[in-house]
């Protein structure tokens, strides 16, 4: 960062952006933004991938929808002028290769001149390591106390513990643009207060220890394709799962075949597998389990879930349920 920068940050691809001043409209990737509001920074809007429609998909979006987050549908069909008219300072995305931001092309946003943030969530960091990442992000993105320039909440979840909702605190205005609010601490998940966050992760991690100790349940990840195809996961290739495997959750591997990431199958693939949990990916273009033995537990899984410590302690503590006799 020069001494003419007020912001600097290295991305995940390496490289090194910097802005005059600190970002204060973000515009991010569904899942991005919804870690990033979790962790006291507000997005102005955001945009799906190319599995998204024109509408929120709930598995990745965290509480954007509720709070009033526009939705700008699949980044690579934004129109640019779109994207002009809500004059972001910074976007941010997520890289599975280290190389190109996943859900957006990078051409449209060097054309707006702005920075282009991409973070890695793929299996060369481990989990702790992309929280810190999207933390690390955070904590640049409020340096000034703010926490970003998006819609004011409006309580939508008033009397919903599960839905966090940041009290709206004006602290100034911007002549070109909306109010500028900062979230409070009304939730572990939301706002300045992220040692409550972490904490509850860490007390998810044990809760979560102890489930599958007891448990000895064997866990297949999977993902819908229709009745003849199902996407198996490769535990070691996701980090969450990885992470997953190191707190004693057994999970169970779909064996040798093409697929980094998953194995294609057929459903009875799967059943020959003899999962007693069925993690089943719940975004909306996954469809449901077929043809698998009865008496299989199932429980939700989301491989886009919002990379922050409450997002993964929800997902944890649903899963300990889940494996609980």
Known sequence: ?????????????GAQLGA???????VAYVRAGAALYDLGVIPVAVYGSG?????????KAGVLEAVGVPYLGPGRALDEAVLRELRPDVVVDVTYDGKSPYALDAALVERLGVPLVALSVGNELDLPAILDRFAALAAGLRIDGRGGAGPEATNPGAGDPAVPVPVPVVVGSDAAGPEIVTPVTVSPGTGPGQGAALAEFEAAEAALREAAARSGLGVLALSGAGPEQVHLARPHAWPELAWLAGLGVRLLDP????????????????????????????????TPPYALPG????????????????AYARFFRDLAEALAP
């Not at 599995?51 to 598995?59: C, K, L, N, S, V």
Request: charged share 25%; proline share 13%; glycine share 10%.
């Open 51 to 59: 599995h998204d429609g024109d509408a929120y998909d709930p598995a």
């Open 1 to 13: 960062m020069s001494g003419t920068q007020a912001w600097g940050f290295t991305d995940d691809r």
């Open 255 to 286: 064996g040798p075949g093409p697929g980094a990431n998953w194995l294609t199958a057929d459903w009875v693939r799967a059943a020959a597998l003899r999962p007693d949990l069925v993690l089943f990916d719940n975004r909306e273009h996954a």
């Open 20 to 26: 005059a001043r600190v970002p204060r409209r973000v």
């Open 295 to 310: 008496g299989v537990r199932l429980a939700p899984w989301s491989p886009e879930t919002p990379p922050s410590p409450a």
